[in-house]
């Protein structure tokens, strides 16, 4: 009677262990880990990632990208062509009587936009200084 209970034991253990086997999914261990890897993944800006370092945002947070480089990944989509009524690139007449605003309006409309005019130009991981040497390659392509 009790080696039939042992019996009845081992067996109930092989099944268990039988269908634990299938809930492991086929593979390596590190095939496994290699499929649970998450299928984006996020690079801050200033990490040192193979995919991140071809982002403008890598190129932002390395200080390298131009006020003209800024210009034309961002500002001059719309810039260019005068999209929703913005004022075209070295277009005087069109800029002098923005520029008569001065200075802290232009770089307050920059920052947090006005009418079509989105925030940051659309450049939400630009500093500052990105977004003003933009501004500043702008105002000096009117003179
Ligand atoms: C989605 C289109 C769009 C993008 C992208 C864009 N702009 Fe503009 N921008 C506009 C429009 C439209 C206006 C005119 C807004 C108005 O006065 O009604 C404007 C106006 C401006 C003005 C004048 C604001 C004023 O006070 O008269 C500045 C300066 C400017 N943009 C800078 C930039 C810079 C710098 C960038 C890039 C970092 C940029 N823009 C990207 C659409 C855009």
């Known amino acids: 009677m009790k080696s039939l209970k042992v019996l009845f034991a081992l067996m109930t253990a092989m099944v268990g ?9 086929p593979g390596s261990g590190d095939e496994i880990r290699e499929r649970l890897q998450p299928f984006g993944r996020l690079c801050l ?19 390298v990208m ?7 990944q961002f500002c001059g989509t719309c810039h260019n062509a005068g999209v929703a009524g913005a004022p075209l690139l070295g277009d005087a007449e069109q800029w002098q009587p923005r520029i008569a605003q001065g200075m802290d ?10 009418n079509a005019m989105p925030p940051k130009g659309t450049c939400m991981a630009c500093s500052d200084d990105d977004l003003r040497s933009a501004l500043d390659y702008m105002l000096a392509e009117v003179e």
Do not use: F, K, M, R
């Open 105 to 114: 309006t232009l770089w307050d409309h920059t920052l947090n936009g006005i």
């Open 17 to 25: 262990l039988t269908v634990l086997a299938q809930l492991v999914p």
């Open 45 to 63: 800006p200033g990490e040192d990632c193979a995919i991140g370092a071809a982002l403008p945002g890598a190129e932002l947070a390395a200080g």
């Open 66 to 72: 131009s006020g003209e480089q800024v210009y034309g």
